[in-house]
């Protein structure tokens, strides 16, 4: 009977250190999502995580000029200093940035508010307009 209860003991305790190695390391998508951020906070009481908001317009397909906004709520790994002081740079500047982002099958306390983590930020060249190059070959 003592064995019985040990066996089953012992299943049960890889069986839960299998689900949660799965949720801490499972990855279930990747994507890449283009905008402003609007938002980059550290909040939390007992664990300090950094969240963000990246606002993603988009236009509407009833007119040309109707602009729909979504916001995308983010996490960031609170190791990755790099990361962060470039979302704080371009936060301020209002820069349009790509972020490339992993999404985790749950949400774990320790690790931020959201199942989005950010994984790579990317800044989008400037996009010159026509008129302005049009106005520079005029003085080349």
């Given amino acids: 009977m003592r064995k019985i209860i040990t066996i089953s003991l012992s299943i049960l305790l890889l069986a839960g250190l299998g689900y949660l190695s799965f949720i801490y390391f499972g990855v279930y998508s990747e994507g890449v999502r283009a905008g402003t951020v609007i938002k980059l906070s ?8 950094w969240e963000g908001q ?10 040309s000029n ?4 979504e916001v995308f709520e983010f996490s960031i790994q609170s190791d990755d200093a790099q990361t962060i002081k470039l979302l704080q740079e371009v936060s301020l500047s209002g ?3 790509n972020l490339h982002y992993i999404e985790r099958y749950r949400i774990l306390p320790w690790r931020g508010s959201t ?3 950010v994984t790579k930020v990317e800044r989008t060249p400037a996009a ?13």
């Fill in 66 to 69: 109707n602009q729909l906004s």
């Fill in 42 to 49: 550290k909040k939390g009481v007992m664990f300090k995580t």
């Fill in 95 to 97: 820069e349009r940035i």
């Fill in 115 to 117: 199942k989005y983590f």
């Fill in 54 to 63: 990246l606002n993603i317009r988009s236009f509407g397909a009833v007119s």
């Fill in 128 to 140: 010159s307009k026509p008129q302005e190059d049009a106005e520079r070959s005029l003085y080349d």
